[in-house]
C-alpha cells in the first residue's frame, strides 16, 4: 500500500524535473511513495526527454499525459484526481526538499495524534530556502501563530507555497479544488480555502528549512497576477469585510508591491511605478514599511 | 500491520550493551528498531517500555499510527519492552492496532538466549510463551523466534568493540586537545561526553570517519573552550 503520494505539475523543464526527483529519492523517511507527475501538454522533445529523466529514476513514478497545455490550476486537479494515497505532498518540477523535510513532516504529525488533534484538519508547512539567480539562499521562516487567515492575506509571515505541505488526503479534500479561472496564485486561494473551511497550519519542531524554491518571475505577467488577486480578494471578499476596510487596504496594497516586483523583474519599469504608487495610495503606513524593509534587505 | 515485539528482563536486554544497531545485527536488517522521535519527554528512551504506561494512551495511539506509515514495505517495526508485565504488553497491543487502524496486528515474538545469562534467557522464553496464549482480538501472534548468541558479553563483538575503541580512541584525543589548551578534563567524563554525542551523532545519521578522530576531538575541544570563554565572560 502506498502512504504518500507525491504530486508534481510539469511543463517542458525535464531537467528541472530530474532534480526534483532526485531529491525525493534521497528523503530519510523511509515509508512507501509513489511520485505522480502530470505533464502539462510539453513539447514532443521535451516530453520524450522527461519519459527518460523517469525511467531513469529509482521512484515508483506514474506519467499522466496531458494532450494540451491546460495551465497550472487544471493539471493540480488532474493531479488532485489521481492521488488515492492517505497522505499528499506536493512538489513544482525545479524545486527541492532537503532530506529531512517528509520524516520531520511526519513527526509533527505523529505529534498532533499524540496530543489528540484531528490530522484531518491539519496541513505541515515548513521553512524554506528561498533563492533568486544569482543570489543565495535566504531562510524563509513560516510563522503559523496568531490569525492564519489574516496572516495568508498579506503573505509576510505565512506565505501559501503548496510545495511546503504535507498533509492527508482528506485534509486536502477540505480545501476543495484548484480555482480554474486563477492561472497564477491558484496555491493563495487554495490555501485560503482550507483556513477558511476550519484547517489550520503547523509547522514541525525542526526549524531548519526543509526545502527550496529556486523562484524566478521572468516571463510572468504583473498584470496578470494583480488581476488573479483581484479575483481572490473579491472570491473570499466576506472573511476580508471580518477584518475591516484598513486590513483590506493593506491586502490590496501587498498585491500591488507584488505586482510592481514582477514588473520591475520583468523589466516593465513603468509599470513597477505605477503599482507602487498604487500601494502607497491604499496603505501610505505599511507601504513605507515595505520600502524600507526592502531597503534593509538591499 | 506487522510488527515484532521482543521480551526480557533487565539483565539479558541491558542498554549498554544492546542499542538499536545490535539489535539489527542479532535478528536481521528486516526488524527495524521503533524510536519516537516525536513524543516530547521520550525520544531520549532506549527501549519501549513508555508504551507500557497507562497514563498516557494516546501515546501508543499515535505509536500504532506512525508505526504504520513510517516504515518500508519490507521492514518489520521492533518493540523491546524491559522486565515487562504481560498485562500492560496485552493492552499496548490493543491499543496499538486502534491507533494503526487495522483488522489484524501480527505479531512476531522474538527471543534473546544466552548460555551466560541462562535464568534471565528462560524468563524471556516464558514471558513470550504467556503472550502467545493471551486471547487479544484483532492480535494474532507468529511462532516465536529464539536467537541464541553463545555469550551475551561478546554479543556483535566486532560491533562493540568497534564501537567501544572508537569512543576511547576519541576521549583520548579530546583529553590531549584540552590540555593543549591548559585544561583537563577525567577520563571517565570525556568518554561519556563523547559517548553522548555519538549517540546523538549516530541519530542524526553521521558518523565520524576513522581518520578523522583528531580533527574531530580538536574542533570538539576548540567549541568546548569558547563555551566556556562565552560562559565565564557572562558570569
Known amino acids: 500500500m502506498t502512504t504518500l503520494d507525491v504530486l508534481i505539475p510539469h511543463y517542458n523543464d525535464s531537467s528541472a524535473l530530474a532534480l526534483s526527483l532526485e531529491s525525493i529519492e534521497n528523503q530519510t523517511w523511509a515509508g512507501s511513495k509513489r511520485v505522480i507527475v502530470v505533464d502539462d501538454g510539453s513539447e514532443r522533445d521535451e516530453l520524450q526527454k522527461t519519459e527518460q529523466v523517469i525511467l531513469q529514476s529509482s521512484l515508483n513514478i506514474e506519467l499522466i499525459k496531458s494532450p494540451e497545455n491546460l495551465g497550472r490550476p487544471k493539471t493540480r486537479n488532474k493531479l488532485l484526481d489521481a492521488a488515492d494515497a492517505p497522505f499528499l505532498a506536493w512538489l513544482d518540477a525545479g524545486d527541492i526538499w532537503y532530506k529531512d523535510k517528509i520524516q520531520s513532516q511526519f513527526n509533527c504529525l505523529y505529534d498532533l495524534v499524540h496530543k489528540g488533534d484531528d490530522v484531518d484538519t491539519h496541513w505541515i508547512t515548513c521553512n524554506y530556502d528561498w533563492k533568486w539567480e544569482g543570489k543565495r539562499r535566504r531562510k524563509v521562516d513560516q510563522i503559523a501563530r496568531g490569525d492564519q487567515l489574516k496572516e495568508l492575506f498579506i503573505g509576510d509571515k505565512l506565505r501559501a507555497y503548496l510545495w511546503t505541505l504535507l498533509g492527508t488526503r482528506k485534509s486536502f479534500e477540505r480545501a476543495a479544488r484548484f480555482d480554474e479561472r486563477l492561472l497564477r496564485l491558484q496555491d493563495l486561494d487554495y490555501f485560503i480555502s482550507f483556513v477558511r473551511a476550519g484547517g489550520r497550519l503547523v509547522t514541525p519542531s525542526n526549524r531548519n528549512s526543509l526545502c527550496c524554491y529556486f523562484k524566478s518571475d521572468i516571463g510572468r505577467n504583473a498584470a496578470e497576477i494583480r488581476g488573479c488577486y483581484n479575483t481572490i480578494f473579491n472570491k473570499h471578499n466576506a472573511a476580508l469585510l471580518e477584518f475591516g476596510p484598513t486590513f483590506t487596504q493593506r491586502a490590496k496594497s501587498k498585491a500591488d508591491f507584488v505586482a510592481s516586483r514582477f514588473a520591475k523583474n520583468n523589466s516593465e519599469h513603468g509599470l513597477a511605478m505605477a503599482y507602487k504608487f498604487h500601494a502607497f495610495k491604499s496603505d501610505p503606513r505599511y507601504a513605507l514599511f515595505r520600502l524600507k524593509q526592502s531597503l534593509n534587505q538591499g | ?235
Open chain 2, 1 to 235: 500491520m506487522k510488527i515484532a515485539v521482543l521480551l526480557g528482563s533487565f539483565d539479558l536486554l541491558n542498554p549498554s550493551m544492546l542499542d538499536a544497531e545490535a539489535f539489527q545485527h542479532i535478528f536481521g536488517q528486516e526488524y527495524q528498531f521503533f524510536k519516537m522521535p516525536w513524543a516530547t519527554g521520550k525520544r531520549d528512551q532506549t527501549y519501549n517500555n513508555a508504551l507500557l504506561s497507562n497514563e498516557d494512551s494516546r501515546l501508543i495511539n499515535a505509536a500504532g499510527y506512525a508505526m504504520k506509515y513510517d516504515f518500508a514495505d519490507d521492514k518489520i517495526p521492533l518493540l523491546v519492552f524491559v522486565d515487562a508485565q504481560i498485562s500492560d504488553v496485552v493492552s499496548c497491543l490493543k491499543m496499538l492496532r486502534k491507533g494503526a487502524n487495522c483488522e489484524t496486528l501480527n505479531v512476531t515474538l522474538l527471543s534473546l538466549r544466552s548460555n551466560t545469562t541462562y535464568a534471565a534467557s528462560e524468563a524471556t522464553k516464558a514471558a513470550a510463551q504467556e503472550l502467545v496464549t493471551a486471547s487479544i482480538q484483532g492480535v494474532a501472534f507468529t511462532a516465536p523466534m529464539t536467537v541464541t548468541v553463545e555469550d551475551l558479553a561478546a554479543l556483535d563483538v566486532q560491533h562493540l568493540v568497534r564501537k567501544n575503541l572508537k569512543i576511547r580512541d576519541i576521549s583520548t584525543k579530546l583529553r590531549d586537545a584540552l590540555e593543549r589548551r591548559g585544561m583537563t578534563m577525567s577520563p571517565d567524563i570525556a568518554r561519556k561526553k563523547i559517548m553522548r554525542i555519538l549517540r546523538r551523532m549516530t541519530e542524526e545519521g553521521m558518523l565520524v570517519a576513522k581518520d578523522k578522530h583528531e580533527i574531530f576531538a580538536d574542533e570538539l575541544a576548540a567549541a568546548m573552550m569558547q563555551d566556556l570563554t562565552q560562559f565565564l565572560e557572562k558570569g
